[in-house]
């Protein structure tokens, strides 16, 4: 006994950002962003807060499950960064909520969050830590942390919050996560204060990325851990509907999915729309799905993730 996704919400900023408009802020344009990594525009935080977003996101999910927030036995927050460094995403979120009680954490897995969030909510069904429900809110800000005078990442990311209840079930067939520590080649330095004994001095605090490393781990590992998923589950390529990957790079999704085998449709996307969200990126595809009514029930997902750590990840799930 495991979990089953019982409902998903998600909700974006209302600014959306095209191509054309980076364009008056750095040196690129729609076709290099295009060609490289498949975006076309992102969702840009402007006047609401993450806050904002997360309880939005979390009160559809809530609504879409049939469950309360009183209901809830545990809460896991999924961010690299939200609107506080204290307290928790999972805690904000459980005020706005109005339902204190239940532990509230977050996770730091990088762009793997949703993945590892959703390991440790199965744990926590397994062992009788939740008996009722689970939620988990995956909420990102990159745009925050970007620095918009270097192109080769300021291009890429978006914000947005998505979210899952989780209910007691047997949905979740397999995980595997996967770390290869190594803050080289995608970190962002926190910020270093000023304490006046402090030795260091202010460093670059914004995200710096080596893209082709980042790329190759990427293609790799996310054939390598949907490959485990599917060997521990004993589930073949062809019994898998649909591969819900991390939203990182067009390029990085076509090249996964030619390597295993699987035909264009079975790799949704919409990067297109929302560019890298980070955590949030598969469950506010998995939402988009649901809600368009494009995931039947009994379908089997493959998600798989990978970003900053090095951490990547993959979790099979029966719908
Ligand atoms: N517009 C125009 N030109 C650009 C831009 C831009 N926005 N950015 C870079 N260039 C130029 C570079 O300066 C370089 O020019 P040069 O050849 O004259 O030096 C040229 O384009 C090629 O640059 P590369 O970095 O080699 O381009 P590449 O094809 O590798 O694409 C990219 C870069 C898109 C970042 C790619 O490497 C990638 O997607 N990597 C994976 C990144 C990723 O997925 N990160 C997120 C995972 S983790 C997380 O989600 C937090």
Not at 205 to 226: H, Q, W
Request: aromatic share 6%; net charge negative; glycine share 8%.
């Amino acid at each position: 006994m495991n979990f089953k996704i019982a409902g998903t919400g998600s909700a974006t900023p209302k600014l959306v950002v095209s191509n054309d408009d980076l364009a008056r802020v750095v040196e690129t344009d729609d076709e290099w962003i295009v060609t490289r990594t498949g975006i076309s525009t992102r969702h840009v935080l402007s006047t609401e807060t993450l806050t904002e977003l997360a309880v939005t996101a979390s009160r559809r999910a809530l609504e879409a499950a049939g469950v309360t927030a009183s209901e809830l036995d545990l809460i896991i927050g999924a961010t690299t960064k939200h609107d506080y460094q204290v307290p928790a995403l999972a805690c904000v979120v459980q005020a706005e909520l109005g339902a204190p009680g239940a532990p509230a954490f977050d996770v730091n897995f990088g762009c793997t969050g949703f993945v590892g969030a959703l390991d440790i909510a199965a744990r926590y069904f397994e062992t009788g830590g939740a008996t009722r429900a689970v939620l988990i809110i995956c909420a990102e800000a990159l745009t925050r942390y970007v620095d918009w005078t270097d192109r080769a990442t300021c291009v890429l990311f978006g914000d947005g919050a998505a979210a899952v209840v989780l209910t007691p079930g047997s949905s979740l067939l397999a995980t595997h996560i996967h770390a290869r520590g190594n803050p080289d080649p995608l970190h962002a330095l926190a910020p270093t204060g000023n304490s006046p004994y402090s030795q260091n001095s202010e460093e670059h605090p914004y995200i710096e990325m080596n893209g082709r490393e980042v790329f190759k781990f990427a293609v790799t590992n996310l054939c390598s851990d949907v490959t485990k998923v599917m060997e521990q589950a004993r589930v073949m390529p062809e019994e898998v509907d649909l591969f819900l990957v991390h939203q990182a790079n067009k390029r990085i999704i076509e090249a996964a999915r030619e390597r295993l085998g699987q035909p264009p449709e079975k790799f949704p996307t919409n990067i297109e729309r929302y560019g890298n969200t980070s955590a949030a990126s598969i469950p506010l595809l998995l939402d988009e799905l649901v809600r368009a009514g494009k995931i039947e029930d009994d379908a089997l997902l493959a998600c798989a993730a990978f970003g900053a750590g090095l951490i990547s990840g993959a979790a099979l799930i029966r719908m």
